[in-house]
């Protein structure tokens, strides 16, 4: 099964901002995945959606949370939306440090980061240029000193 990306959303360093998706640089290869089946046919068991008056149609199915017993409150998608936080679909940027200056023990695991798009691609590529630009002109400026 392909791997999905743990988060997709944009990246912004100070005006501009590109969307990128997030996937783990690694597969632990631990995850085993396993399915309900039928012990006697060995065939995998389908859930349906229903509630005591019947089968529910996919359309009809929407979140609720209960404030007390049996007593449901209906949440809109939007008023979800509007919960979350801005970091949940942007990352902003607000410096680039050296690697070494990070302790290891704060890299749970490495990362990539995948342009969204051909357009996206070319604007990452121009970011890294110009942070690859500026760490060489400060090395050469230390050096030259």
């Excluded at 979800?80 to 440090?97: D, G, S």
């Excluded at 023990?105 to 942070?131: C, H, N, T």
């Amino acid at each position: 099964m392909p791997t999905r990306p743990t988060w997709s959303g944009s990246i912004q360093i100070s005006l501009v901002s590109i969307a990128v998706k997030i996937f783990p640089a690694i597969n632990p290869g631990k995850q085993v995945e396993f399915h309900q089946i039928n012990r006697k046919t060995h065939k995998r068991v389908h859930h349906q959606n229903v509630d005591e008056a019947g089968k529910v149609e996919n359309a009809d199915i929407v979140k609720g949370f209960e404030y007390a017993k049996d007593k449901y409150i209906e949440i809109d998608p939007e008023e979800l939306k509007a919960l979350r936080l801005p970091t949940a679909t942007t990352m902003p940027i607000k410096q680039f440090v050296k690697a070494e200056e990070f302790f290891p023990r704060l890299f749970d695991r490495p990362y990539f980061v995948v342009p969204k798009d051909e357009v996206q691609g070319k604007a990452l590529s121009i970011m890294r240029l110009v942070a690859g630009c500026s760490r060489l002109k400060r090395e050469i400026a230390s050096h030259t000193m």
